[in-house]
């Protein structure tokens, strides 16, 4: 088995690691996947799993499940890095889980942060997982259904890891300090507050509350050999951050909407004061990237549509960047937001077509909008009557295309700011087209 499970103590192992869990028994929270009777742990309690991806925040135990995991099943465990991994790493582990197949042995593979491996990397797992030669277990922070190949996703089974609790994050936290004050043979006493304040600043991270209570007894100092700690001094530690920011709590949501509501109102230094906020708080740069992507649509649109392609290039270099560096990528972003015209008018579009599609929703697409796949499609008059209007000199005709119960409903009126006053004025043009050609008809 992989070195990475030696149990011999170091004292400068971080705090979060010797907290480690070793068991199923031991882990902490994901009480939906690890219940007694749940099928994942009874896959792992009888040696048969598969291919599966763990996703889910930061320091919710998806590299420890992996361990455990391995722990307690009949598998050489082996574990990749998307970061500093490359092909040679790759070959060699390959090579090894092809040799202990044939001697009977399993060979679990776990890959950290696989959605940080591209394309051509994550083929090169498939026909091995195919052949049983690897049982993969991936850990991913991004949604695999975008970050991971789908080929690679439909052998394998997605477990969704939440974020820890409080009451979680406090008995992790609990633990430690008990392992601390037997290991060193101190006392340390702590009270319930400061227990909260550390647990809340991690927001469900179990690795952030074990460092920072880590960096909170290194500077409290033994006396007798005890070690005091209270929720003043625990403030006092922590004043150089705005740590108590709870990512889940009140204020989050209060500044994520000042930011957006900074941005609508055309005021690039408050959006840029109410990023710096979130950021500095330790919010998760990629959330606030995802909003600005919204945001670019509902609130900007066609007035400028560099919008939208802007806020994802926020997202890549975020992506790519992590913090401190993704800061100015994301002040670039807010502030051209902040300065386009704005326009609401794809939002408004599409919450007025929602309410008709959910109203007519038994309403059949006219025929001549249907292709004819078949004879009988042909028989049924699938596609007749259709106007193909790359045909037509204008490129255009006056065919319908709703349903005859929302025939000339509107659902897109652009604004008179930025570009949509020239779409506005283009969509009057087409239907003056299409009246024309209606009213040719009729002679």
Known sequence: MDNL??????????????MRPQTLDDFVGQEELLGKDSPLRQMIEHDNISSMIFWGPPGVGKTTLAYIIARQTNS?????????SGVKDIKDIINEAEFNKVNGKKTILFVDEIHRFNKAQQDAFLPYVENGDIILIGATTENPSFEVN?????????????SLTTE???????????SITKEQKITINIDEESLNIIANLSSGDARTSLNTLENILNITPLKKKTKNINSSQVKKVLQ?????????GEEHYNLISALHKSMRNSDPDAAIYYLARMLEAGEDPLYIARRLIRFASEDIGLANPSALPQAIAAYDASHY????????????????????PKSNSLYMAYESAKKDAIATADEKVPLNLRNAVTKLDKDLGYGENYEYSQNYDLKMTDMECLPAKLKDHKY??????????????????????????RNSKKF
Do not use: W
């Open 321 to 340: 960047n992590g913090m401190p560096e993704c800061n100015v990528n994301l002040t670039q972003a807010v502030v051209y937001l902040a300065v386009s």
């Open 240 to 248: 150089n951050k705005t740590f108590l920011y709870d990512k889940k």
């Open 168 to 178: 979680n994050i406090i008995k992790i936290l609990k633990r430690a300090i008990l």
């Open 5 to 18: 499970f030696s149990i011999e103590e170091n004292i400068y192992r971080p705090l979060a690691e010797k």
């Open 150 to 162: 789908s080929a690679l996703l439909s052998r394998s089974k997605v477990y969704v890891l939440k």
């Open 76 to 84: 050489v465990f082996k574990r990749l890095s998307a970061v500093t």
């Open 412 to 437: 897109y009126h652009p604004s008179r700011f930025g570009k949509e006053k020239g779409i506005e004025e283009e969509l009057k043009k087409i239907e003056n087209i299409k009246n024309s050609l």
